[in-house]
């Protein structure tokens, strides 16, 4: 059986405009992204594609470094999702605003 860990985060974690990225679909992350009515779940790429080069063409799409650090976060963390939720946890050492 596998029982895998996610980050719980608040939506306050992204930008408006990573937001608006999210909700053009499956071509616009480099990872699955699956809508839900609060938010997202967003699969995690393992720290090693990030190092091969996943990084740049995220920032090429237009998402934040507040977004690409929440994933790394994560990444380093073991985590295979993020459940991005409005209701979500506040995360120490991202940064944070409501909008």
Not at 3 to 15: N, Q
Not at 39 to 62: D, F, Y
């Given at each position: 059986?596998?029982?895998?860990?996610?980050?719980?985060?608040?939506?306050?974690?992204?930008?408006?405009?990573?937001?608006?990225?999210?909700?053009?679909?499956?071509?616009?992350?480099p990872?699955?992204?699956?809508?839900?009515?609060?938010?997202?779940?967003?699969?995690?790429?393992?720290?090693?594609?990030?190092?091969?080069?996943?990084?740049?063409?995220?920032?090429?799409?237009?998402?934040?470094?507040?977004?690409?650090?929440?994933?790394k976060?994560?990444?380093?963390?073991?985590?295979?999702?993020?459940?991005?939720?409005?209701?979500?946890?506040?995360?120490?050492?991202?940064?944070?605003?409501?909008?």
């Open positions: 059986m596998g029982v895998e860990k996610f980050l719980d985060a608040s939506t306050g974690h992204i930008t408006y405009a990573d937001s608006l990225k999210l909700l053009e679909g499956p071509d616009a992350f990872s699955r992204v699956i809508p839900h009515e609060f938010g997202w779940w967003i699969n995690v790429p393992e720290v090693k594609l990030l190092k091969e080069g996943l990084i740049q063409p995220m920032k090429c799409a237009g998402y934040s470094e507040r977004f690409i650090n929440m994933i976060m994560a990444s380093k963390n073991g985590c295979w999702w993020i459940n991005l939720d409005c209701d979500g946890e506040y995360v120490e050492g991202l940064e944070y605003n409501e909008w």
